[in-house]
């Protein structure tokens, strides 16, 4: 029905198209997995912002892609994850934030600067050494003295095991290394 109506031509058709078909069969298939009751109790609240910023702008496709992961976990019982990690040295402040489910996860993580001299930092060197990835690279520091990426984690999610998250900054002849905890 989807294609004889206004969002016919909109760039996130198929996710949507998709995410409606899933949130269908959560709400009128009976599974073990309960997704009816998921859908109108636990999930209501998500599923009609998704729908109603969808309806003010269809081309969103942040918005379009979040409502297909809500309605493909819900359909296939996956839960989603949030695991955030923190922590901080005299001149760095480090976010990691693990989002996603036992099957696609993504990591962000941010890094500010708090430190004295901030216009004579340019050029910074780090490096993320976790129990499941790692990365090494370098970036400049802007005026907002703030620097996000995203790092795939392939190896898996971190289990309650795992060590905690090394955060390593090298820059203007100085290093600074900061062990990130898992926050509450």
Avoid at 65 to 93: A, C, M, Q, V
Avoid at 136 to 155: C, E, I, P
Wanted: glycine residues 4%; charged residues 25%; contains cysteine.
């Amino acid at each position: 029905m989807l294609d004889f109506t206004s969002y016919a031509k909109i760039e996130n058709h198929n996710e949507l198209i998709i995410a409606l078909d899933n949130l269908y069969f959560c709400i009128t298939e009976n599974n073990e997995y309960n997704s009816r009751w998921k859908a109108f109790t636990q999930k209501r609240e998500a599923i009609y912002k998704y729908l109603h910023y969808i309806n003010l702008n269809p081309n969103d496709k942040n918005n379009s892609n979040e409502f297909y992961k809500l309605t493909s976990n819900l359909r296939s019982n996956l839960h989603d994850i949030l695991l955030n990690y923190e922590g901080s040295s005299p001149s760095w402040t480090v976010s990691y934030v693990i989002n996603g489910n036992e099957r696609l996860h993504d990591t962000y993580y941010t890094f500010k600067y708090t430190g004295g001299n901030s216009s004579s930092v340019k050029d910074v060197k780090y490096s993320i050494d976790s129990s499941n990835e790692g990365e090494d690279d370098s970036f400049k520091l802007g005026n907002t003295m703030v620097h996000t990426g995203k790092l795939k984690l392939t190896a898996g999610l971190p289990k309650p095991t795992d060590r905690d998250i090394t955060v390593k900054f090298e820059w203007n002849g100085k290093r600074e290394s900061i062990i990130l905890e898992k926050s509450k």
